[in-house]
């Protein structure tokens, strides 16, 4: 992979982070594709460039955990027992759309600051 590759795909990323921020609602399945692609450059990255900063930086990105459920209270769990199951429904899908766009930031600024690195 060249450097202008590289920077293209950075630049996709990004433009795909910015896409994913700004839309209402995430779908799980878009999720999945942005964090399929910045794993993708996190692997080739590491290939390139082992034991430097980068390296360092790029092993820091975490990835988003998709299909797994976001944490809930005893208290939250009591509400939905009463509500039969409407009010846990709402909030999970609440919390899931929040811990989408988080990670999906964090992502997207330490992506950011590789690219600053690169081509510093």
Do not use: H
């Not at 950075?10 to 896409?19: G, I, M, S, T, V």
């Not at 082992?50 to 005893?74: C, E, H, L, W």
Request: hydrophobic content about 40%; aromatic content about 10%.
């Amino acid at each position: 992979m060249t450097m202008d590759e590289l920077f293209r795909e950075l630049k996709d990323l990004d433009f795909k982070a910015n896409k994913l921020l700004k839309s209402k609602s995430l779908d799980t399945e878009t999720v999945r594709i942005y964090n399929d692609q910045s794993l993708r450059l996190q692997q080739t990255l590491l290939k390139l460039s082992s034991g430097d900063d980068v390296a360092i930086q790029v092993q820091k990105i975490k990835i988003i955990d998709v299909d797994g459920p976001p944490p809930m209270t005893d208290f939250d769990k009591f509400l939905g027992l009463i509500t039969f199951g409407i009010y846990t429904a709402n909030l999970r899908r609440y919390k899931k759309q929040k811990y989408f766009k988080k990670m999906v930031s964090k992502i997207k600024n330490q992506w950011i600051t590789i690219e600053f690195s690169l081509k510093s």
